[in-house]
């Protein structure tokens, strides 16, 4: 059965930086694509960037462009979400997920499994 774990979050000041953990267990394979999602207090959550495992190309929001970077350490099955320059609107629970099947990993409802999230919270 596959699970995804996350770490990393806490509080910091804006400016400056934290570093997510995802820990995939279960997988026998490399799952098409991983990424991470998150959600603010009263709104939709929404994307943040994609990792497709075959390629390892890597497609970001344009809110966090510049700012933050996935990478993956398959030996460990960890996904990494690199967060610089952190603002206060990055405030939001962040979730990690995984596709099996090949497709667009951008779109929440075509994830395939799904973390428990990690808080991450901005104070100017």
């Known amino acids: 059965q596959v699970q995804l774990a996350e770490s990393g979050g806490g509080s910091v000041q804006a400016g400056g930086s934290l570093r997510l953990s995802c820990v995939a267990t279960?997988?026998?394979?490399?799952?098409?694509?991983m990424g991470w999602f998150r959600q603010a207090p009263g709104k939709e959550r929404e994307g943040v960037g994609w990792?497709?495992?075959?390629?390892?190309?890597?497609f970001y929001a344009d809110s966090v462009k510049g700012r933050f970077t996935i990478s993956r350490d398959y030996a460990r099955n960890t996904l990494y979400l690199q967060m610089n320059s952190l603002k206060p609107e990055d405030t939001a629970m962040y979730y990690c997920?995984?596709?099996?099947?090949?497709?667009?990993?951008?779109?929440?409802?075509?994830?395939?499994?799904w973390g428990k999230g990690t808080l991450v919270t901005i104070s100017s």
């Open positions: 990792l497709y495992t075959g390629s390892a190309t890597t």
């Open positions: 997920a995984a596709r099996e099947s090949r497709g667009i990993c951008a779109i929440d409802s075509d994830m395939d499994h």
């Open positions: 279960g997988y026998t394979y490399s799952p098409h694509c």
